[in-house]
């Protein structure tokens, strides 16, 4: 029994001179300095002063690249001019939140992309530099670009994504509050856009040029939250001769997420549009021509109840015009 007692007591006393040691070697250890240019998924990472990665090249092997967010637990927050010249063979890139910056052309190279997934548009969150979509291209978005899906930031700035004409869809972020004016001028390859709730402030003319575009998802008509015809999102409104509007003939569904009021003359000129979606904000329809679509036999979809549908305030000709309409509202349909 004393034999085995002093063989444990031993064990003990070598495990703990062991674990003394090792702390004590850990102890007096010298943090590691993070490497000045390291390689990390074919690209070449360069460590800046305020201890963060800036991606400076890559190798050009991928198709489909994804950027991480840090190299060995530091942070990668910027993308340098030119960083892409030779990467003509990418065809998808997704670029991390953690990247804060991306210079004039850093992505020029990206001849073939088909893809982009982007945390902002422009030179940073901020557009300090610009808030060209076409900046981080050197001013020349590849035509073989067709989807672009932006993660963040709050602001698409005046024209941002002007000419990108070969464009089919643009994902817009939740986190949005402003669309300058013609943001989307000539994107006439895009389908559809969704312009999030959260947006309460949209220059005019947003999508002036959008000729190809079949569907919009839009919170309200208006630059501040007013109620203006669904063609002040197109080109100039004459108000008083009535000669000046510009609804492409291809748009055939209209969905508003937050519209208190359609006034007279909203659907103008919206000759093609058969689908309507209205939320339960909705307070007011107002009549005359063009309140809804001229002629047409639409859809209403009303995102409430039947009985809440007819509480809403209209005037006596509000589907003036309209050869029929059926409301499908959650508990029921109405039609004409």
């Not at 050009?60 to 993308?79: F, M, Q, R, V």
């Not at 986190?175 to 220059?203: H, Q, R, Y």
């Not at 509007?245 to 055939?252: C, G």
Request: charged share 20%; hydrophobic share 35%.
């Amino acid at each position: 029994m004393k034999k085995i007692l002093v063989v444990a007591l031993l064990l003990f006393l070598a495990i703990a001179i062991v674990a003394c040691s090792n702390k004590n070697s850990s102890d007096n250890s010298t943090p590691t300095k993070p490497i000045d240019l390291v390689t990390d998924n074919g690209l070449t990472l360069k460590l800046k002063d305020n201890n963060t990665y800036a991606i400076v090249s890559c190798s050009g092997e991928s198709t489909n690249l994804i950027i991480p967010e840090t190299h060995n637990g530091i942070k990668i927050t910027s993308i340098s001019t030119g960083s892409f010249d030779n990467c003509n063979s990418i065809t998808k890139i997704s670029i991390p939140s953690t990247i804060a910056a991306i210079e004039t052309g850093a992505l020029k190279g990206c001849t073939n992309l088909i893809e982009i997934e982007i945390p902002f548009v422009g030179s940073d969150l901020n557009g300090t530099k610009s808030g060209r979509f076409d900046y981080i291209f050197g001013d020349a978005v590849p035509h073989s670009l067709e989807k672009v899906i932006i993660t963040g930031g709050t602001k698409i700035s005046m024209r941002a994504f002007e000419n990108c004409s070969y464009l089919e869809y643009i994902i817009l972020p939740d986190s949005l509050t402003e669309v300058g004016t013609e943001a989307f001028k000539n994107c006439s390859g895009l389908d559809s856009i969704a312009i999030p709730d959260g947006v309460t402030k949209m220059g005019d003319y947003i999508l002036k040029g959008c000729s190809s575009i079949k569907s919009i998802t839009i919170p309200f008509v208006g630059s501040l939250r007013y109620t203006e015809p669904v063609a002040a999102l197109f080109d100039n409104c004459d108000y008083v001769g009535l000669g000046l509007w510009y609804v492409p003939a291809s748009l055939e569904s209209v969905t508003f997420t937050k519209l208190t009021e359609i006034p007279s003359l909203m659907f103008n000129e919206c000759t093609n549009v058969k689908t309507i979606t209205i939320p339960t904000t909705l307070e007011k329809i107002e009549g005359y021509y063009y309140t809804l679509p001229y002629k047409s036999i639409l859809d209403i979809y009303y995102q409430g109840t039947t009985a809440q549908w007819e509480a809403i305030d209209k005037e006596a000709d509000w589907a003036m015009g309209v050869k029929d309409y059926t409301i499908h509202c959650s508990d029921g349909i109405i039609t004409k």
